[in-house]
């Protein structure tokens, strides 16, 4: 496979920010000067495709007006206990508006996956973040010109334990020769008991129809959390994070 990019160890240990650390951090810090643990959740977080801004916690506040608390319970547990989800091969769709919350959430369980397994595994690529939509458009290009980091995460897409479909969100876009494509991957996982996380702004009874059997197979074995707001808070500016001007 490609090169993967690594990053150098850091006393300030991510897993411990995160609260997945060993009992030899003091004061927030590692005494070592190196760790294989750590390098080996760097090494998985490169390896997984997933875009910069989901490398990073973002915490999340759920509107308890619209009714969002228990959805946010449940995916939290998904969370906590995804080594069990992905050994049992259970999916997950995740519908809301745009601006709700579900990529976030995505990163977060994603994260928690690559912790739980990463002592210990031996530098495999176990999980991939997949953009459905830019996928779709690479596919659409000729096979000569897709280049062998293409077909290199195609081969991970269908073997990896688990997947994030992110943009699952309209028919019209994975439909004709992408559509068999995607729904060719999506069998192949159910066979293989493979776990999925699929993300859309459909909710999942309006956008099974008209899928190719694959993908209509994925959806139906998939439990749909639905997120209702768009004032659920997101902390991303610096004032927000150190809680300056008001209650988050």
């Known amino acids: 496979m490609a090169d993967i990019k690594r990053r150098a160890f850091t006393k300030a240990c991510p897993l411990a920010i995160e609260g997945e650390c060993c009992n030899e951090i003091i004061n927030g810090e590692c005494p070592r000067n190196y760790c294989f643990r750590q390098d080996e959740y760097f090494w998985l977080l490169e390896s997984s ?67 739980y397994i990463a002592y210990g595994n031996g530098y495999e690529v176990r999980c991939i973040y997949l953009d459905v939509p830019k996928y779709i458009r690479q596919f659409r290009t000729s096979f000569t010109e897709q280049g062998y980091a293409f077909k290199e995460l195609r081969k991970q897409i269908i073997n990896v334990p688990l997947v994030i479909w992110d943009s699952v969100n309209s028919i019209e876009s994975i439909v004709g020769a992408a559509g068999e494509e995607l729904s060719a991957i999506a069998n192949t996982r159910l066979t293989n008991k493979y776990s999925n996380i699929i993300i859309s702004q459909e909710r999942k009874e309006n956008l099974s129809f008209g899928l190719p059997r694959g993908l209509r197979a994925l959806l139906d074995s998939s439990e749909e959390l639905y997120i209702r707001s768009l004032q659920n808070k997101r902390v991303t500016s610096f004032f927000d994070k150190n809680k300056i001007g008001g209650e988050n």
């Not at 969002?68 to 319970?73: A, G, I, K, N, S």
């Not at 995916?75 to 990529?103: C, H, M, P, Q, W």
């Open 49 to 115: 495709n997933l875009p910069e801004s989901l490398k990073h916690d973002i915490p999340l506040k759920p509107d308890l007006a619209a009714g969002d608390l228990e959805t946010f319970r449940k995916i939290d547990y998904i969370r906590y206990n995804i080594d069990e989800f992905v050994e049992g091969g259970f999916n997950l769709y995740l519908s809301g508006a745009s601006g709700t919350g579900k990529t976030t959430w995505a990163g977060k369980i994603i994260r928690q996956y690559m912790m």
